[in-house]
């Protein structure tokens, strides 16, 4: 099955903005990262969330983990156009620390 | 944080030919590295679990035979695509943790290379 889903799969906002993705996933984890890609690029670690964890900050960037719904979302405040890029989270399973990507949201934050 | 390179960043090939890609750890040693497989606009799929000193673990449906995984040293395993076809032009991406690190449960990836088969 497919772990960690992110959506939406797009989103467009203006600078300035925030912007909020959110990540589904089915089975246990050891914890959630968030990356981000530039196109064509290489992953760039944002942030981690234990499963132990409820919350964290890092900057402009919030991360919150909900076990109890395998859910996380990830909120970039004040955006910039410089944040446009494609955002995953991805899950480590507890067994062993094998990373499970979603599908990604495109950011687009437009000038 | 800890730094993850690879080599080349691109490569164009022949049909036909096989292609080596290098995965270093540039500042900690890496016991175990992943190989993932990255196609356009789409997300990343893991393909092995690369093993220092040992056999590397490949995941359901990946040819072990095609995608040679060599893990010679702590900071150095390759990928070796076999006999390349067009359908294995992707974005190969590796990570690696720093299990002696501030951020031991990170995974730092390299910056990719982009394989393309004529």
């Known amino acids: 099955s497919q772990q960690g889903e992110e959506d939406p799969q797009a989103l467009s906002i203006q600078e300035g903005e925030n912007a909020t993705m959110n990540c589904s996933y089915k089975t246990s984890i050891n914890n959630l990262q968030w990356y981000r890609q530039n196109s064509g690029r290489g992953l760039v670690h944002l942030i981690l969330?234990?499963?132990?964890?409820r919350e964290k900050h890092s900057g402009r960037l919030r991360v919150t983990l909900d076990t109890s719904k395998k859910s996380s979302s990830l909120l970039i405040t004040a955006s910039r156009a410089a944040d446009t890029a494609s955002y995953f989270c991805a899950t480590e399973s507890p067994s062993n620390y094998k990373l499970t990507f979603g599908k990604g949201t495109l950011l687009t934050v437009n000038p | 944080g800890a730094v993850v390179s690879q080599h080349p960043s691109w490569v164009i090939c022949k049909s036909g030919t096989s292609v080596k890609i290098e995965c270093r750890s540039l500042?900690?040693?890496?016991?175990?590295m992943f190989w993932y497989r990255q196609f356009p606009k789409q997300s990343l799929m893991l393909m092995a679990t690369?093993?220092?000193?040992?056999?590397?673990?490949?995941e359901q449906g990946v040819e072990k035979d095609k995608f040679l995984i060599n893990h010679a040293s702590l900071t150095l395993s390759t990928l070796t695509v076999t006999s390349a076809h067009p359908e294995d032009s992707s974005f190969y991406i590796c990570s690696a943790r720093d299990l002696s690190g501030s951020a031991p449960d990170t995974q730092y990836f390299g910056p990719g290379t982009r394989l393309t088969v004529l």
């Open positions: 690369s093993n220092e000193g040992s056999k590397a673990t490949y």
């Open positions: 969330i234990r499963s132990n964890e």
């Open positions: 500042d900690f040693q890496a016991t175990t």
